[in-house]
């Protein structure tokens, strides 16, 4: 836990590290996020700095039952799916997503350029996310851990 000012370019950088089970994982290789409230040690909410590269995507498309977050774009040309609907969002654009209405998000970067972007989101205990596109649900245990299942409930 740092407690100090830092150059968010010095917090320890991940590229495609998730939690998600094959055959899902490949589709976030092209994602460098950035912790930064896990480096400073916040425990509230979340902050990621984070990177697409042309052709990745943020996340699978999922909502958040319990959860909050919220994205602003600082560089780049990301595409937010958004229900069933599409949104071409250009730098100083943001997006929040209300947890609890079922209506799934993602970002993907259709473009040849790299997108940056802040995600934000609150650390409510007992989240379960749904991925209407997948067979996967992810519930959250009492300790914060993620369980991944199928649909049905059957483990990965």
């Avoid at 912790?35 to 400073?40: S, V």
């Avoid at 100083?92 to 473009?111: E, M, P, W, Y």
Wanted: charge should be negative; glycine fraction near 10%.
């Amino acid at each position: 836990m740092n407690q100090l000012p830092a150059s968010a370019k010095s917090v320890p950088a991940t590229m495609g590290q998730t939690i998600y089970p094959e055959p899902y994982a490949s589709q976030v290789k092209g994602r460098l996020k950035r912790k930064l409230g896990d480096y400073f040690g916040l425990t509230q909410f979340g902050v990621n700095l984070t990177h697409l590269s042309p052709g990745a995507v943020s996340a699978l498309t999922h909502s958040h039952s319990k959860q909050d977050e919220f994205i602003f774009v600082l560089e780049g040309f990301p595409t937010l799916l958004l229900g069933a609907e599409e949104f071409q969002l250009s730098p100083g654009d943001c997006c929040g997503f209300k947890a609890g209405t079922g209506i799934a998000h993602q970002l993907v970067n259709r473009s040849s350029e790299t997108v940056t972007y802040l995600e934000m989101g609150d650390r409510t205990p007992g989240d379960q996310v749904e991925y209407p596109n997948n067979d996967l649900k992810a519930t959250q245990t009492i300790n914060g851990a993620w369980i991944l299942t199928h649909k049905d409930d059957r483990p990965y």
